[in-house]
């Protein structure tokens, strides 16, 4: 499956910025979606994921609250609404996709099969 996300931007502290991940090539339904983030100097981290249907969203502790992982496989399309923004949340954000993480792997960037090429998101103060 290809991958391509976008939405990223300069935004203030409280903003919001709503990102999505554009998937083409393989029936998006049946993987399993995440984003990631890397912040320069730091290794990649999980953000969200979502299971192949709605209803099974994770998050991690740090965006938790605050951001909203959602898809439309009708669309083949994943979301990420974030809102109250913080200057830690700047980074690069990746979607990811992979057909068969069970629960305990979702936060193993390398346990995903396929990404994204990243859209920036920076947060001022």
């Known amino acids: 499956v290809q991958l391509q996300a976008s939405g990223g931007g300069l935004v203030q502290a409280g903003d919001s910025l709503r990102l999505s991940c554009a998937a083409s090539?393989?029936?998006?339904?049946?993987?399993?979606m995440g984003w990631f983030r890397q912040a320069p100097g730091k290794e990649r981290e999980f953000v969200a994921a979502?299971?192949?249907?709605?209803?099974?969203?994770y998050y991690a502790d740090a965006v938790k609250g605050r951001f909203t992982i959602s898809r439309d496989n009708a669309k083949n399309r994943l979301d990420l609404q974030m809102n109250s923004l913080k200057p830690e949340d700047t980074a690069v954000y990746h979607c990811?996709?992979?057909?068969?993480?069970?629960?305990?792997?979702?936060?193993?960037?390398?346990?995903?099969?396929?990404w994204g090429q990243g859209t920036q998101v920076t947060v001022s103060s």
């Open positions: 990811a996709a992979d057909r068969s993480l069970i629960l305990s792997r979702i936060t193993y960037a390398d346990d995903y099969d396929w």
């Open positions: 979502i299971f192949r249907s709605a209803g099974r969203e």
């Open positions: 090539g393989r029936t998006f339904s049946n993987y399993v």
